[in-house]
């Protein structure tokens, strides 16, 4: 049975930091792509980052470009966000998701909604 349970998230003040991670159990998060996605009050879910099975390419929504990294950690089976130079638009449940329907939409299509594997979420809170 696939688990993905995330921790790390919390309040912060514009500007800070916090850094998600997703441990997986029952499944290996090189394999196939996983993806953080987040879901504002009265929004839709969005896909955040994403990375891909067997290399570590990366895609990134461009809200969160070069302020958002995403890593994996093989030998902890464990998915991150490294999130700066937070903003209070980035205020949202955080949710780690992990393999695609299709290992062919982990190209072009990580960050649609389309995984299999979801966590419960955590909340992060960015204060101005």
């Known amino acids: 049975q696939v688990q993905l349970v995330e921790s790390g998230g919390g309040s912060v003040q514009a500007g800070g930091s916090l850094r998600l991670s997703c441990a997986a159990s029952g499944y290996t998060v090189s394999s196939n792509c996983m993806g953080w996605f987040r879901q504002a009050p009265g929004k839709e879910r969005e896909g955040v980052a994403s990375i891909r099975f067997g290399t570590y390419v990366t895609a990134y929504a461009d809200s969160v470009k070069d302020r958002f990294t995403v890593s994996r950690d093989n030998a902890k089976n464990i998915l991150y966000l490294q999130m700066n130079s937070l903003k209070p638009e980035d205020t949202a449940m955080y949710y780690c998701?992990?393999?695609?329907?299709?290992?062919?939409?982990?190209?072009?299509?990580?960050?649609?909604?389309?995984?299999?594997?979801w966590g419960q979420g955590i909340q992060v809170t960015v204060s101005s």
């Open positions: 998701a992990a393999e695609k329907t299709s290992m062919f939409r982990c190209v072009g299509a990580a960050l649609d909604l389309d995984y299999k594997y």
